[in-house]
């Protein structure tokens, strides 16, 4: 079992910059990969980015590429999302997730943290 707990989200103005954090239990992190996704309202969940367990890869919706990067510590058992030139329709609640035995990128993720609320005025 696997708990992870996003925090950083906020207020923000359009093309301001914010940093989500998600921080996850346990002794194998190192070994999944690590997803970001965002809900809006009366909206589907959808993908945002993932990163691979060494960090060496990374994948993006095309809604995040060129202004959203995602990384993580696997020292400090975390994950980061930076996102610049947020625009209207970043607003959501942002989801951390974590995959294993999936290929890449992973179809399907085991272990979710609450959200983080994210909205940005224009």
């Known amino acids: 079992q696997v708990t992870l707990v996003e925090s950083g989200g906020g207020l923000v103005q359009a093309g301001d910059s914010l940093t989500l954090s998600c921080a996850a239990s346990?002794?194998?992190?190192?070994?999944?990969?690590m997803g970001w996704f965002r809900q809006a309202p009366g909206k589907e969940r959808e993908f945002v980015a993932v990163?691979?367990?060494?960090?060496?890869?990374?994948h993006y919706a095309d809604s995040a590429k060129g202004r959203f990067t995602i990384s993580r510590d696997n020292g400090k058992n975390t994950v980061n999302l930076q996102m610049n030139s947020l625009e209207p329709e970043d607003t959501g609640v942002y989801y951390c997730?974590?995959?294993?035995?999936?290929?890449?990128?992973?179809?399907?993720?085991?272990?979710w943290g609450q959200g983080t609320q994210v909205t940005v005025s224009s």
């Open positions: 990163i691979s367990p060494s960090g060496h890869y990374e």
């Open positions: 346990g002794r194998t992190f190192s070994t999944y990969d």
């Open positions: 997730a974590a995959a294993y035995g999936g290929g890449w990128p992973p179809l399907m993720y085991h272990y």
